[in-house]
Structures are given as C-alpha cells and as structure tokens.
C-alpha cells in the first residue's frame, strides 16, 4: 500500500492553501515572539483564513486528508516517543529504566505489570538502551556468550525501523565491540570495533533478548547482562568527548490510548521530526506537510483552532486507523510490518500496524510472529470459550533458537494475570508438557483450568476477548518463506 505518495490531487491543492493554514492553526510555533502590531495582523489573518477554510468542504477535505497520512505515517514515530519518555525521560514513570546510555537489565521475565510496550515477549530477559547519537557514536561490548544460548541485540531508529542486529544469527556468540553512529557521523572504523551500524536517527533504541532456559538458569543471564556495556566513542578511544549539544526541552506525551483521538497526536510527531533527519522515501511527504505550516518543532494550540478544522483533523486520525484496522484484518503473519525500509517495501500502512500490535518487534530473518485473533471458523477469540492448538507429532515450529506462544488481552494487548503466573508456553518447556498418544502436543488456551490432568498444557486467558502470538526465533527458510504454517486454533465447545 502506498496511501502517502497516492493523492496527487491532495499534493497539489496543499501549497495552495499552506499559509493559510498555518495561520489558521496557531503561530505559536514561531521562532521569535511577533510585536504587538504582527501579533494583530496575524490574529485578523488567522481568523479569515481559518473561517474561508473552515467554510470550504475542498479544503477541508484536503486538510482531513493530510491528517489521515500523517497520523498512519507518524503513528510509529509517536508510539516510539511516548515509550522513550515512559523509559528515560519520566524518571517518576513506573516503566522508568535510567537516563540514556545507561543500559537497565530486567533480570526477569515480563509479567502483567510491565504496560508501556504492547505485546511484550517473556520468553527472554530484556537488556535496553536508549542511545543519544547527537554528541558522537556509542560503543557497545558484549561478553562470550555459549553456543547453545540464542542472544540479540536489536537496533531500532526512531522511526522504528530494524536498522540493524548484533547477536547469535548476525555476529555470533563470539566477544566483541561495535559502534553505533547517528546521521552525522562519517569517520573510519576504529581499531578494536569488529563492526560499524550507521543509523538514520539521532535517537536509536537497543533492545537486548538473552534466553533463558529455566527459572534455574537465571544466575547465568544474570551474569551475561553484567556483560553488557555502552560507551561513548571518545572513552572507548581514551580521549576527550565531544561538545555537548543544548539540552532539550522535552514534551510531554499523552498516553497510549489519547494518542489515537487526541489532536496533541500532531504536536508530538512535529517534536520528534526534529531528530529525524529527511530520507529520500519521506521527502515527498515531508515537503507535503511543510506546506501546510507543519515542520519539525512547530507547536500548534489546537484550542484556537476552528471547531471544523479540529472536527476535519480528528476525522482524518479516524480514517487513518481505519487503513491499519483493515490491513490488521488480512493478515496472518508478522511478514513485512518489522523489518528495514526496504524489508517492509517502503509500506507505511503495514509500518503503523506493527507498531500497534508489537512495537519494537523482530525482523522476519531473526523472528516470525504468527497471531491468532480469530479460531479455524474465522471467529474472534473469546475467553466465554474453550480451544486447543495441536502440534503433530514432528510438526514443532522449525527453528534454531526457540518458539513460544504467548497469551495477550485486548484491547490492552498485555500479559494475562493468572493463577499460574504462565503467560506463555516455549520449547524450554518441552519436558513439561504432555504428548498426545501418537506424540503430538496439544494445548488448552481458556479462561478456567482444563482439569489438573491438563493444567500442564494449559496456556491460561482472560475472561473476555484475547488474542495469542507464535513467536518463531531464528526462525528456518521454511518459516520466513511461508512454506511451514502453524495449526489452526480450534474451539471445542
């Protein structure tokens, strides 16, 4: 889909209409305050523009049009600020890490606390960094880790993009140094670097996966995330760091429910476009917004604006989620929403429903998520009802790191509290789990216990709607190509 680079008619009619419009907004965005006389002038200005576009249904078409492709094509960038500030920037957030370059091991699963990432993974530790690239690279080292234990480190830019992965599938469990580089940055590889990650944004995020292989096994992460370490440049190389860059003054985010009908949504993303420098793919758009007066940094105060142009804007927030809800609707499989640029096909629709089914999520080559949302009759799942995944004998998800299925409500999207604090069942559970006369493994995902015989088997739901992911890490050819398909969920009552 390529909804943002389709509306020529909507291209053309915006510059006409630009100036307009970014009176007709605010001018508080300005760079310098206006005296008193611009201040009038302008003020006159903003109501007749606004009142000509708010009484003209063309522009005002134009206008929920744009709105629509900035709201699928910022949702990312948004989601991604509002997780920033909930990680580093709200030190009185409950999800707060530690300022950037600090990283912040979680030495324990996530469980149904844990809410400022929809659709967590529990299967593995998580390490995480936020990187601030404005100042000069960073350096991050990671320890020997054994052959046996799948490990990555996922680099995501700001417009969530997977940009890059340091770990068992791409560098090996062997020790080593690599360095992180922001937009600026041009220098040779230093001595003692085994490789250099060019990013596209000035703040990337690190997400580190350390396996687990057991409640026993937790010392031994434990150990391997003390090996994990961050730099700068300069004190990796023994010299002086650079000059610091001015502080900024960060905004607050609304939540992650607001983002999706509140008009602050377009004042978040025009905050965070200041650290995004322009790509090729997005300058057609981005010149797009400029000329209707949204730039990077702009602040509009949407409480002076006209109720029909607001009424115009929310509409178009409206109609961009309903593109994602529909995309959401055809799919079956995590291919093509995760991944680089080029990986998702330049796709901005499939872009913003990754981030609101699982923001940060893996690339295909390094994990395929399959989601159950409806079972074999094509009917949303209900914790009123009883169902079971059967894996054939032989028929295990093909995979050299691990598989998992994870239980999630909606439309929260978090981890289910449950009386057996399971919220997921994986291959390191295979001990555990019973087989089926002929071999196979089947499992029971309800809201009550299938029966102390079953409990084993048991992926525990909430009592209301739900959905389920099959996470497939390092996963086979015959996964990422579509040949291998999981089962069918079947209800059973």
Known sequence: MHLLLSNARATTRAAAFGFALLFALTFA????????????????????????????????????????????????????????????????????????????????????????????????????????????????????????????????DAYTHNTGYIGSRTTGN????????????????????????????????????????GADDMDNVKRIQAGYKVEPLSAFLGEPPAPAHAPIEWIKPVSAEEQRTSLEFFNELAFAMQFIPTHEAAKRFRERLSAVGFVPGRHFDFDKTEPAIRDAML??????????????????????????????????????????????ANSPEEAMYATYE???DGEPLDGAHRYVLRFPKDGLPPVKGFWSLTMYDLPAQLLVDNPLDRYLVNSTM???????????????????SPGKDKEANWLPAPSGKFFAVLRNYWPSDAIVSGAWKGPKLQRVD
Not at 116 to 127: C, L, M
Not at 186 to 200: C, L, R, S
Not at 315 to 343: C, L, P, Y
Not at 436 to 445: E, R
Request: hydrophobic share 35%.
């Open 174 to 213: 062997a020790p080593g140094r690599y360095l992180i580089a922001g937009p600026g940055w041009n220098g040779a590889k230093p001595p003692g670097i085994a490789q250099v990650f060019p990013m596209e944004t000035e703040f990337v995020f690190a997400v580190y996966r350390t396996q687990l292989f």
């Open 315 to 360: 509409a178009g927030m409206r109609d961009g989620q309903a593109e994602i809800d529909k995309e959401r609707k055809q799919r079956t499989s995590s291919k093509g929403m995760f991944g680089t640029r080029a990986d998702m096909h330049y796709d901005v629709v499939s872009r913003a429903l990754g981030a609101q089914v699982g923001i940060y």
């Open 29 to 156: 965005g300005c760079t310098r305050a206006p005296s008193s006389d611009e201040a009038s002038s302008m003020a006159n200005n903003a109501t007749i523009n606004a009142s000509s576009i708010a009484n003209d249904p063309v522009r005002l078409d134009d206008l929920r049009e744009l709105a629509r492709d900035a709201y699928v094509w910022g949702f990312p960038i948004v989601d991604n600020y509002r997780v920033m500030d909930a990680y580093v920037l709200d030190p009185k957030n409950p999800e707060y890490k530690g300022p950037f370059t600090t990283i912040a091991n979680n030495a324990r699963l996530y469980t149904p606390q844990d809410k400022a990432i929809q659709t967590p993974n529990s299967d593995t530790p998580y390490s995480m960094v936020w990187l601030d690239l404005r100042d000069e690279p960073m350096v991050l080292t990671v320890p020997s880790i054994e052959r046996k234990r799948y490990y990555s480190i996922q680099l995501i």
């Open 374 to 376: 409806t079972d074999a």
């Open 430 to 448: 295979l001990d555990t789990l019973h087989r089926d006369p002929d071999g196979g493994i089947t499992l029971y995902l309800q809201h009550a």
